[in-house]
């Protein structure tokens, strides 16, 4: 939530202008409530906020343009404290000279105590906002010590809460200085120009160099480089490590939305990351996860925490890892493990999942299942985000980066590494499932080429989302790992199309919800594959009939040759067919590309969907 951008460099590597608001367009799927950037000019420094998409900030550049500069900020804003409004928007300004400006992600929980401080100090405020109390603190502290990197650990030392901090000050020019805890920032190293993002996207058209900073830890750019310390002002270094994709991997590739790129990406999402985790016997190899063998071993529960479509991506990995393993496994949404007094200790193995790595929810979790003194796994998209650094051990999704505020790839990638996790955990553990390990991992490489033929054959799905358009309830319905896909696909609707969307388990249907269905009502049906086991292909038919006998209008997603579905289905829309653990990487591809069209249908805003951010960076 809020994609920050900092620069500081020569006019070689364009005017910081230019290169903050190429910034802010790849991290608008942060935040889009607001966007405002700063500048030093000479002796003073300026800024243009505006309320609103990135496309105001531009109109008020071109009525109001700003001088040529080498040092500069902006800010793309998800509102907390204070309406979506140009006041509130950041940069803001400190000082009675406002002199220092300031962009913030995050929430400072004291604000409140803080700003009574201040306004018994005679400041006078310009915003409702948490952030420009800071920004008075910081140039407050800037007069005493004369020094923003020293003036701003001053000031985080008496900050509660989340936050990544920017600041610049007109008299210390080729200087930003960034801060952060508990909330995301980057640093790009360039030549003669540096960088600071809340992720790599904010930099990646001018290098793939990046630094990874640790918590509580503070760095100053300028042109010729990046020094850290933590808040102690003891002296320390980022990690360095290589952008693993570039600047054309965050565009549209001639897509008219990035959501319509990424569910095209969906077959390189799955088969990079099954890429380099097999032996050439086909054994499953996961050096990377940093935990040996015996402690894993000693696993007798697992917890899988994360959120939204990522904790469907959970939902579905429990069903294969409890067939595989025998271990218990629970999903615990992350924002409600903390409450609920979970049962962990160290024989407990905690995996989170997360797309951004930065999901506030999530990483609490973590450290909380930390603090209990389980065994934390982190499965992410995102190299050098936090919720990998705060875990024992990670296990890389390969999905590229996701710009799209709904998620559609990295929900097949969690899935699939995951499903790696629990075949690993099979392999060590012995037992019956030991040896099908090799066997489902085969059948996993075979998955990418399933999707691609999917995807050449959602013409009907696309024309059946535009007749749909006016459409005001959709209900989903799936049973086993079709159920996580029904709760998958209402998701993306209703975010995408704001319409009321359920997904429900088929089997629950006759305690309750068979209640909503009347004449015309549209249901999607997720149905297994005949070759499941325990009649699950049975009962799923046999629900799709009792639906239709009360009027429902039926569009059934069903297996390649599964005939027994025609006589009651409206609509078949037909996916490979494959074992029915694997059949969530296909049969949730219908839905995401139904809930792409209907929301297009609508003109409506597929990758920026309103009151949504990419990466949820607050609780
Ligand atoms: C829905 C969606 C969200 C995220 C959730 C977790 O399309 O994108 O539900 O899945 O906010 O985000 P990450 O995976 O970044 O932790």
């Known amino acids: 939530m809020c994609g920050i951008v900092g620069y500081v460099g020569t006019t070689n590597d364009g005017t910081a202008l230019d290169v903050v608001m190429e910034g802010l367009a790849r991290l608008e799927y942060r935040g889009y409530d607001s966007a405002g950037v700063a500048l030093l000019d000479g002796d003073h420094v300026e800024t243009r906020k505006k309320s609103g998409k990135l496309a105001n900030l531009t109109a008020e550049l071109e009525a109001r343009p700003l001088p040529a500069s080498t040092t500069g900020i902006g800010h793309t804003r998800w509102a907390t404290h204070g309406g979506p409004t140009d006041q509130n928007a ?85 200087v930003v200085v960034g801060a952060r805890r508990n909330s995301p920032l980057v640093v790009g190293l360039g030549e003669n120009a540096n960088y600071l993002g809340s992720d790599v996207a904010a930099f990646i058209g001018h290098t793939r160099h990046a630094l990874e900073l640790a918590q509580d830890q503070i760095v100053t750019i300028t042109p010729e480089g990046a020094t850290v310390v933590n808040f102690d002002g003891t002296p320390a270094e980022g990690k360095a490590y290589e952008v693993t994709w570039d600047a054309a991997a965050a565009e549209k590739g001639g897509y008219a939305t990035f959501m319509e790129k990424e569910i095209n990406d969906q077959p390189h999402a799955v088969r990079d990351t099954l890429l380099g985790r097999t032996d050439p016997e086909g054994r499953l190899i996961l050096d990377e996860l940093r935990i040996s063998e015996e402690q894993l071993r000693n696993v ?51 995996v989170s999942i997360s797309q951004s790595g930065e999901t506030m929810d999530t990483l609490m979790a973590v450290k909380h299942a930390r603090e209990l003194g389980a065994l934390t796994i982190s499965i992410c998209n995102t190299h050098g985000s ?116 359920e997904g429900f388990a088929a089997g629950e249907l006759k305690h309750g919800p068979i209640a909503l269905i009347e004449p015309g009502q549209p249901v999607f049906v997720v149905v297994p594959s005949p070759t499941s086991e325990h009649g699950l292909h049975g009962k799923v038919v046999s629900n799709i009939q009792e639906i239709r006998a009360r009027g429902a209008r039926t569009l059934v997603i069903a297996e390649e040759g599964d005939e027994a579905v025609e006589p009651f289905a409206d609509e078949v829309i037909r996916v490979p067919a494959t074992s029915p653990l694997l059949a969530p990487l296909l049969t949730v591809v219908p839905l995401q590309v139904f809930a792409l069209w209907l929301s297009t249908a609508k003109g409506l805003d597929v990758d920026q969907p309103r009151n949504l951010a990419k990466s949820v960076t607050v609780e």
């Open 386 to 501: 936090t919720i990998p650094r705060e875990s024992d051990a990670v296990l890389y999704t390969h999905a590229g980066p996701e710009i799209a505020v709904a998620s559609t790839k990295a929900f097949l990638a969690q899935i699939t590494a995951s499903y790696v996790l629990g075949l690993y955990l099979a392999q060590l553990r012995g037992g019956s499932f030991a040896d099908d390990a090799q066997s489902v991992m085969k059948e996993l490489a075979g998955v990418p080429a399933k999707i691609e033929t999917l995807l050449a054959q959602m013409g009907r799905v696309k024309e059946i989302a535009k007749f749909m358009a006016d459409t005001r309830s959709v209900l989903f319905l799936g049973r086993h790992v079709g159920y996580p896909v029904a709760m998958e696909g209402a998701l993306k609707l209703k975010e995408l199309a704001y319409i009321h969307a």
């Open 300 to 350: 007798d529960r697992i917890t899988i925490v994360a959120c939204g479509t990522a904790a469907y991506a959970g939902m579905t990995a429990k069903y294969a890892i409890e067939h595989w393993t025998r271990i218990p496994v629970e999903v615990s949404l992350a924002h409600e493990f903390r409450y609920c007094d979970p049962i962990v200790n160290e024989r407990t193995l905690v």
């Open 90 to 174: 950041h940069p803001h300004r400190g000082g009675k000279d406002g002199k220092l400006a300031l962009i913030h992600n995050g929430i400072i929980e004291n604000f409140h105590a803080l700003k009574q401080g201040l306004l018994a100090d005679g400041v006078e405020f310009a915003s409702e906002t948490d952030t420009e109390v800071v920004a008075h603190l910081v140039a407050a502290a800037y007069e005493q010590h004369r020094d923003l990197t020293t003036a701003m650990r001053a000031v985080v030392a008496d900050l509660e809460g989340a936050f990544t901090l920017l600041a610049i000050h007109a008299d210390q020019p080729d």
